[in-house]
């Protein structure tokens, strides 16, 4: 059964940089079939898909002005690890949400099929 | 962006009756080639991560009862639920995967009970 746990400072300052980590077991990160995702939660709201990463590297970030995280935002992949990595620059208390990292379909499999637990992250001084 | 509206936010539904919720987006998620639409339901309740329910519009994740129903193709869907349960109390979320990686939700319908 695959699994996927989110990990990281559960408080970061104002204008710091947010870094959290999402660790797979019960399969391989390196799969050609799907991509890894973060998707975020602020408290009492929906959800905003952040970007996805493939095992190669290659990332995915929201466009969306809206989002407006598409350029403080990097992602990175250690597959000897089986982990995938978020950081945040510059953030501010709009970016006080629960962080979800999740599976992804490539498209031609289902999409966010399997989800860690969450981990909520505050901006605070 | 392709953007996704669901409605209503919430309803508010007796034990046993029928909830319907709709999503609708901004262009097609059909694509023509394999005439499949992308988009998926999720259900997501208190404290806990979102749960695929359907995917391709209508086909139901493994595990899911079979009261949970998708239709809908190119813009205009639906999820019904055809005899609410109080374990369906929850908010679900429709998204488009038409341009996966990247990913769009709607922004939630909460289901009550009456």
Redo the contacts between chains.
């Keep these: 059964q695959l699994q996927l746990q989110e990990s990281g400072p559960g408080l970061v300052k104002p204008s710091e940089t947010l870094s959290l980590t999402c660790t797979v077991s019960g399969g391989s990160i390196s799969s050609s079939s799907y991509?890894w995702?973060w998707i975020r939660q602020p408290p009492g709201k929906?959800?905003?898909?952040i970007g996805?990463i493939?095992y190669s590297g290659s990332t995915?970030y929201?466009?969306?002005r809206e989002s407006r995280v598409t350029s403080r935002v990097t992602m990175s992949v250690d597959t000897s690890k089986n982990q995938f990595s978020l950081k945040l620059s510059s953030v501010s208390a709009a970016d006080t949400a629960v962080y979800?990292c999740?599976r992804?379909?490539?498209?031609y499999n289902?999409?966010?099929?399997y989800?860690?637990?969450?981990t909520l992250v505050t901006v605070s001084s | 962006d392709i953007v996704m509206t669901q409605s209503p936010d919430s309803l508010a539904v007796s034990l046993g009756e029928r909830a319907t919720i709709n999503c609708k987006s901004s262009q097609s998620v059909l694509y023509s080639s394999n005439n499949k639409n992308y988009l998926a339901w999720y259900q997501q309740k208190p404290g806990q991560p979102p749960k695929l329910l359907i995917y391709w519009a209508s086909t139901r994740e493994s595990g899911v009862p079979d009261r949970f129903s998708g239709g809908g193709a190119g813009t205009d869907f639906t999820l019904t639920i055809s005899s609410l349960q109080a374990e369906d109390v929850a908010v679900y979320y429709c998204q488009q995967y038409y341009s996966t990686p990247y990913g769009t939700f709607g922004q939630g319908t909460k289901v009550e009970i009456k």
């Excluded at chain 1, 289902?110 to 099929?113: G, H, L, Q």
């Design positions: 991509y995702a929906g959800l905003e898909w996805s493939y995915y929201n466009p969306s979800y999740a992804q379909g490539d498209g289902p999409p966010f099929d989800w860690g637990q969450g």
